[in-house]
Structure formats: C-alpha cells, structure tokens
C-alpha cells in the first residue's frame, strides 16, 4: 500500500474583496464564528439564537412574515429553496437580464418542466410552460416589459432578480409587484445582491410572494452560513397544497428548526437537520450589525461611495454601464478596448480581486461590499489606476484625485 502524502496547511491570503461579491466579512462576524463553543443543534442558546436571528432578519427585510428565515448554505440553497414550490407543469414568466437571472431560469426549467422534458435534455431542460423574456446584458428590466409578459401569458408564477449581478442592473421591483397583482401571478425575486444593501421592505411588494438572498453579499456573513428567504402566507398555502419533491429546501419543513410550527412562532425549534453553532453564532452578529447600522443609513453609504467610485474610473476615460450602489461594470477606455479580462487578471495576479461578467460582453466588475470608506475606495482606484498603466494605457491621475477630493471634502463639510 502506498502511503498516502500529508498536503502542507492550507494558507489562504487575505485579498481585497473588491468584486460582486463575496463582500469583506466583518470582524465581530468572524469572532462570533471563530469562538462559539461547541454545542450540539439543540442547545437552548443555539435554539434562541436561531429563533432570534429569525426575528432580526423579519426587521432586515421589513416583513411580517412568519415563514422569514434562513437556508445553509450559499445563495442557490436559498434560490433553490424558493423555486421548490414551481411544480412540473406549471407555468412560469422569468424575466433573464444577465447570468444569475440566466441560471434561475435554469433552475425553474428544471422544476417545471416534466419527467419526459427533464429526461430529454437533463442539464438544460426546454419547456414550453417557462417563457423566458430576455433583456439585453446591460439593460433593467421594467415594469412595461413586465406588465407585457404577464399580460399574454398569464402564468402562474413570475420571477426576477431585484439587482442583476452579472450586469450590475437594477431591475424595477414596484413594476414588477404591480404586474403581479394586476395578472394574478406569484412573483419570486432574487435578492442574493440587493438585500443589506439597497433601503427596501418585502412588504410594501405584495405581488411578490418569495424572496431570496444570500449571506455572502450585503449580508457580509461568509463564513458559510445562512441564506436569508421569506415566504408570505399565500405560497405557503399555495406550497402545501401541491407539495414539492425536496425535504431539505422543504420551506414548511426546515421553518420548523426556527421555531415556525404550523404557521404560527414557537418557543423553540425542532429538528430539521444539524444546524452549527458556529454558523447560528456568526448569523445573529451580522444580522445584529446590520440592525446596529440601519439599513436606510447603510445603503445611504453604498449610494455614496459607488458615486465616489463611478466618478473616479470614468475619470479614467471608462465607460460604467451599471446602475447597482455596491458594483461598478465598465467597459475599458477606447485605446484599451478588448483588453478587460487581461486587465481583471493581471488585478487578481496581486490579490486585488475584481471580477470580469461571466457571459458576454466581457466587462469589468469592480464591488465595494463592506468597503465603505474614503480609504477603501481610495485604495481601489489607485490600484485600477496602476493596472490601466501597468498594460500601458495612461490616466490622469490630477482629474482622479479632483474627483476624490470633491467627493470626499464635501463630505466632510456637510458632517
Ligand atoms: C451571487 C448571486 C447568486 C448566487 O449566490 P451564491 O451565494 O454564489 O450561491 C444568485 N443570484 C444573484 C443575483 C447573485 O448576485
């Protein structure tokens, strides 16, 4: 027998996180994470952390909503969650402006598609019970565009993604919830990009019957841990009477761990699967931070530093094509154009972590995900700047450093 090598440990390097997301995990997160003690999923703090994590992320989302908690795991196990209650058969409008819109729709033609269509092209299921409205890359999705679909096709579910990563857009929600109630549809929102970083309440959508976020972005809680969702009572009901093929991502079913029994708040959870102590500890910090900071007061902040940083690269001669308050998707100045991934790789090369978008046209993505400081956006326009003339393109660095000034000193006189 072969002796079987011991790898050296693992070192992971600290990167400046500057791109659609993971965002910077706070530090009082990763000390709740790193020093919880070690007790069991049914431990009474355990439990009452779950349960009060569950009331603060009822505040984050500005809902009453009994069935508001939150999914192990990443983004998807939230989405996943969400899109359980779409059935085979069932019709569906989703409206697609990028890539993360593009893989819920991949995921809802998976649920809704039947056992012949899934077996027929397993990976990328065609059904025609999901009409898939597309919106250029780089374009929102409005309320008129919505209002269209759903007035011809009358489905029974609707979905959207509220902010569209992959493009940096911001789709119109409020056209969306309208639409919805105007057609009698259950609207679905991806909110993995939006929620902790945008001023908004579920609540004041009430076409909208499902949200999912995620814990890695506006959230800052990546220490895999708990990806936020909210039900109102109309799908759950809708949800109980079909039933959905899943136990895990079961909405009535892992609600129980929260202490969500039969609708109503119980004092304590009930098992659902081994939750981590760890995870609950880390969960209730971020959640406690973003309530500590306020939600109106924290996307006041991203709205200001984005213009801080918009201004900055289109001082740069870049082209911003996006409209999100925590990313920047730009094309590269005129002389330099093509050149985006080289430039996103060469940035990475130093632990300065942009992104390129994941489908066509290749773009810049630069993010400020808990990088809220004069500082923090100094840092990353500096860096962007060396990048553009390390590949041998120039920058006026006297024009950048007037718009950081401007921005920065007027902020300082209008404390
Ligand atoms: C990031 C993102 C996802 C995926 O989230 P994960 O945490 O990677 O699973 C889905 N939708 C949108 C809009 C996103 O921005």
Redesign the pocket.
């Known amino acids: 027998m072969t002796e079987i090598a011991t790898f050296p440990q693992l070192h992971i390097p600290n990167t400046i996180a500057a791109g659609?997301?993971p965002g910077n995990t706070d530090a009082r997160v990763l000390a709740r994470f790193a020093n919880a003690g070690l007790a069991d999923h049914m431990h009474p703090d355990v439990l009452r952390g779950m349960v009060e994590c569950k009331e603060m992320l009822r505040k984050v989302m500005g809902t009453d909503n009994v069935h508001t908690f939150g999914v192990a795991g990443?983004?998807?196990s939230g989405?996943d969650m969400m899109f359980s209650a779409v059935m085979p058969g069932d019709k569906v409008v989703m409206f697609v402006n990028g890539t993360?819109s593009g893989i819920d729709g991949l995921t809802v033609r998976m649920k809704a598609a039947t056992a012949e269509e899934l077996a027929e092209n397993s990976l990328d299921p065609q059904t025609d019970n999901v009409v898939v409205i597309n919106v250029p890359h780089g374009e929102s999705v409005t309320g008129e565009i919505v209002e269209a679909a759903l007035a011809e096709h009358k489905p029974k579910w609707a979905a959207m993604?509220h902010?569209?990563?992959g493009s940096g857009r911001v789709n119109d929600v409020q056209g969306f919830s309208d639409a919805c109630e105007r057609h009698g549809a259950m609207g679905l929102v991806?909110a993995?990009?939006s929620l902790g970083v945008g001023d908004f309440s579920i609540d004041d959508y009430p076409g909208v019957h499902g949200w999912a976020s995620?814990p890695?972005?506006g959230i800052c809680c990546l220490p895999l841990t708990y990806a936020p969702v909210s039900f109102s009572d109309h799908y759950i009901e809708t949800l109980r009477a079909t039933g959905t093929r899943t136990f895990c991502h079961h909405p009535i079913l892992e609600a129980r761990h929260w202490g969500i029994i039969d609708g109503n708040d119980v004092e304590k959870g009930t098992y659902h699967r081994t939750h981590s102590a760890y995870a609950v500890s880390a969960f209730h910090e971020a959640l406690r931070l973003c309530l500590e900071q306020g939600i109106a007061r924290r996307a006041a902040d991203y709205a200001f530093h984005e213009a801080a940083l918009r201004d900055c690269v289109e001082a740069m001669g870049c082209q911003v094509t996006s409209n999100m308050p925590s990313l920047v998707v730009l094309n590269l100045p005129e002389t330099m154009a093509g050149r985006e991934m080289e430039l996103v790789q060469h940035c990475r090369a130093q632990n300065f972590g942009i992104w390129p978008t994941l489908s066509a046209p290749v773009q810049v993505r630069i993010g400020i995900l808990n990088l809220l400081s004069e500082a923090a956006i100094t840092d990353i326009v500096t860096r962007f700047a060396q990048a553009i003339r390390d590949l041998g393109g120039s920058v006026d660095q006297s024009r950048v450093d007037a718009v950081l000034r401007q921005h920065y000193s007027a902020a300082i006189a209008a404390e």
């Open positions: 659609p997301g990443t983004g998807w989405l993360f993604s902010w569209e990563t991806d993995v990009s995620c890695q972005k």
